[in-house]
Every structure is written in structure tokens, then in C-alpha cells.
């Protein structure tokens, strides 16, 4: 009965090393994708028109303003942009 037992606990370990070596190397492949993988810097792209020509979105502030009503309507919401 005892060599039985010697006979598990060393499949045991042995399978705990196995998997603990491939779960190594698949953390060192991960690590190798997100030290490869960079992130550019953002550089705003020109838009064209139909014709060719190009131009910059003005960016603008938006501003919402909820207006209430006395009457029993709904609260209305408006968008208001300041360029």
C-alpha cells in the first residue's frame, strides 16, 4: 500500500510541474504580445470633401438646457453648440 501511495504523489507532482511550466510559457507569450503591441500617437486626420478639398472640424462647446413648462408637458431638452 505505501508504494501506491508514492506511486500517486509522484504522478501528482509531476502533472503540477507540467502544467505549472505551461502556464510559464504561455504568460511569457502574452507578455511578448503586449510589450509588442504599442499605441501611436494621436495625429488628427484631414477631411475631404466630395470635391477634394480639405478642412478642420471646429471643435465647440455644447452646452444642455432643460426648459419646464407650466403646462402638464414633458421637460424638453435642447442642445445649444457655440463655435
Do not use: D
Amino acid at each position: 500500500m505505501l508504494s501506491f501511495y508514492a506511486f500517486i504523489s509522484f504522478h501528482i507532482k509531476c502533472s503540477k510541474a507540467h502544467w505549472h511550466s505551461r502556464m510559464r510559457l504561455r504568460s511569457e507569450s502574452l507578455l511578448q504580445v503586449l510589450n509588442r503591441a504599442k499605441m501611436e500617437p494621436f495625429v488628427p486626420l484631414q477631411k475631404k470633401t466630395a470635391s477634394g478639398r480639405t478642412f478642420v472640424r471646429k471643435v465647440g462647446r455644447c452646452r444642455l438646457t432643460v426648459s419646464n413648462s407650466v403646462s402638464k408637458a414633458p421637460s424638453v431638452i435642447a442642445l445649444e453648440t457655440k463655435m
